[in-house]
Structures are given as C-alpha cells and as structure tokens.
C-alpha cells in the first residue's frame, strides 16, 4: 500500500519556522534580531558613531527655515542567501513506525536545529571577532579574569563607557562566563562579606550589576571535525570574550543597533522556513521520503561603534 504522508508541507514548515529547542541553547537572535523580509534584495543601513548621537543647531529665527539634520547612515544592497539541508527516511520504516515516534516530524526538527547550529555560528563569527571593530571598541586583556589580580568591573565599566549608546545586553561564552560569576570582585558585592547568599553570581545578577536588562552565555558546542575523522567537539562562541552592545529587538530600517538579519518570508504562507516533503519511490524496497527544509537570510554589522568586544579574558 502507498505510504500516506502524515503532515501536509505547510504544516511542517510552521513546524521548522517556530522550532525552540529544548532549553533554548541558542543566543544569536539576542544579539543580532531576525526581520522577515518578502523581499530577496533587502536595503542593509550601516551606522556609525556620528549618528549615535549627534546634536544639531535647532535654533531658529521665527520666520527663518531650521536646520537640515543629516542622516550618515548609508545602505548598501544585499541579497538573502539561501541555506538548506535534506535527509531521507524508508517508506518501509513509515509503514511500520514506532509507537508514539512522528519520523517526518523528527526529522524536520533535525534538519532545523542543524540550521539553526549554522545561523548561530555565522552570528558568533560576526559579533566576536576583533577585526571587526575598531581600536576604540575593543581590547584584549593582558590578564584575564580567571586571575585574582584581574580587574573585571574596571574592564566591563571602561567598555560600557567606550559605547557610542548605552549598551543593554552582553554576550559571552560558557568559560568567559564562569571566571566572571566566581571573582571575588563580583560575590564580594553581590553576596557580601557575611555571604548572605550562596553560590555563584546568576547571568541576572550580573547584568543588573553592570546596569544592563541581560547577560547571554553561548554554550553550545558543535563537531568541528570532517564527518570520517575522530569528532572533536568546540564551542561555537569563542572562548575568552565578552561582548557589550545596543541591540535593537525590532530595529527600524535606519536604527542604530549592533547587527541585524534579513530573513525571507515571501512564500504564500510567510513563513521564514520551507519544507519540502516527495516520496520518491526509486530507493530502497518501497521507496523513501525525502524531506528537505530551507531558508534564506543575510546577517551584519549594523553600527559596530555601540559595541564593546573584550577578548582574553579568559582561556
């Protein structure tokens, strides 16, 4: 008997557009927020510190014409980039499926967390990396946090004031993060001498010490290895730095924040992921069902001026 697919296509690709993951591992969109676009060729504004906070002459004569407040903000043309991934399952294993087990549902899952692992890296790579910014919004620590002779909230407060805007969020990884919630620094203040409060500073604790609404701690791992070589497991935000910046939930075009990503929704059902679900009847014994599920985005630096990197500061 043919093999009747359970989910229609656009139910799968509700499936995959709002996918979470179990215990929400994943921080990029903190940092660097999705727009849907329905168009592939987006207008991409870049910023700078002039427009962070610029004042202009405003006085006038009361008959007179005001000043002209001039934008430095510049577009630059960009095209979503499409990313995909596909795997197959025997028709025979979905005549026959285990009790309680949803094979073309799983397999949608699988494909799009393993999207997901990628849209996370391409974020990290972004936002942590050095050469990205300029002299004035970054620096590497001579010595890092996990030293008692460190000095974490000079290093975290000095960044914050190096921001063109105020930053409100700061992102780190798993490491960087550890050194930051024992320092003596830290607890010291936070849990005071009498140790009123046990244990180790909290992700909220921290931010709101420092003034900002959340602290992200990256800590997601992936096999960085080729598939035939011995797995070798690494962590996608890179150890030792700490990020500040001013990041923007629902940006405008135009709004200053430290990064943003285009995602395209111009399918009939607007949705960010497509799934395509064929069963082929050419392979194995009573064929397969190839399911394939696809997106396309862009991701950058908006205005790297209101962030701060910290590199170093642990190992």
């Known amino acids: 008997m043919p093999y009747t697919q359970t989910h229609a296509a656009e139910t799968l690709a509700e499936l995959a557009t709002r996918y979470i993951p179990e215990g929400r591992p994943f921080i990029a969109d903190f940092a660097c927020p999705i727009t849907p676009t329905r168009r592939k060729l987006v207008k991409f504004w870049k910023g700078s510190r002039a427009d962070a906070g610029r004042i202009t002459d405003s006085e006038m004569a009361p008959e007179g014409m005001p000043n002209r407040r001039t934008f430095s903000m510049t577009s630059v043309d960009v095209e979503v980039k499409p990313y995909g991934l596909h795997d197959t399952i025997p028709v025979s294993d979905l005549n026959d499926p285990e009790p309680g087990i949803d094979l073309e549902s799983d397999t949608v899952e699988y494909l799009t967390h393993d999207l997901l692992m990628g849209h996370e890296k391409r974020v990290a790579d972004l936002i942590m990396t050095a050469g990205n910014y300029a002299s004035a919004n970054k620096v590497t620590l001579g010595t890092p946090w996990t030293s008692a002779l460190s000095t974490p909230v000079a290093d975290i407060l000095t960044g914050i004031r190096a921001c063109a805007v105020t930053p409100n969020r700061a992102f780190c990884d798993e490491t960087t993060f550890h050194a930051l919630c024992r320092h003596p620094e830290i607890i010291s203040t936070l849990r005071g001498v009498g140790g009123a409060k046990s244990g180790l500073a909290t992700e909220a604790e ?33 150890t030792g730095r700490f990020l500040l910046a001013k990041v923007v939930d629902q940006p405008r075009a135009r709004e200053v924040t430290l990064a943003r990503a285009y995602r395209f929704a111009g399918n009939s059902d607007g949705l960010t992921f497509h799934v395509e679900s064929i069963v082929d009847p050419k392979p194995g014994t009573q064929g397969v069902l190839f399911q394939k599920v696809t997106m396309e985005e862009y991701v950058g630096h908006v205005a790297t001026d209101v962030g701060y990197l910290i590199s170093s500061a642990a190992s």
Not at 221 to 232: D, G
């Open 206 to 238: 921290i931010a709101s010490y420092f003034g900002l609404d959340s602290l992200h701690v990256g800590k997601v791992k992936y096999n960085s290895a080729n598939p035939t070589a011995t797995e070798s497991y690494t962590t996608i935000w890179p």
